[in-house]
């Protein structure tokens, strides 16, 4: 064990039958702006499962540029 707490997934289902209007969905609003990141990065990683390797994490990217003026 890592000496971490174990965290666990809370998954709320819902069915909503053809013709009924969707529920409002206010459970986002109880989220911390970490908690909110969190769970967009997991369906990022997720949507990005089915294009890349298993595993394979993106890096920030970064560009570097040296643009050189001409003397005079």
């Known amino acids: ?39 967009v990065w997991t369906l990022t990683l997720a949507a990005m499962g089915w294009n890349r390797e298993a595993g394979d994490e993106p890096r920030l990217q970064r560009t570097v540029a040296r643009i050189q003026r001409p003397p005079g």
């Open 1 to 39: 064990m890592s000496g971490q707490p174990e965290r666990r997934r809370v998954i709320t289902g819902r069915v909503i039958q053809p013709g009924e209007a969707e529920p409002e969905d206010h459970d986002w609003q109880a989220m911390t702006a970490e908690q909110r990141i969190e769970m």
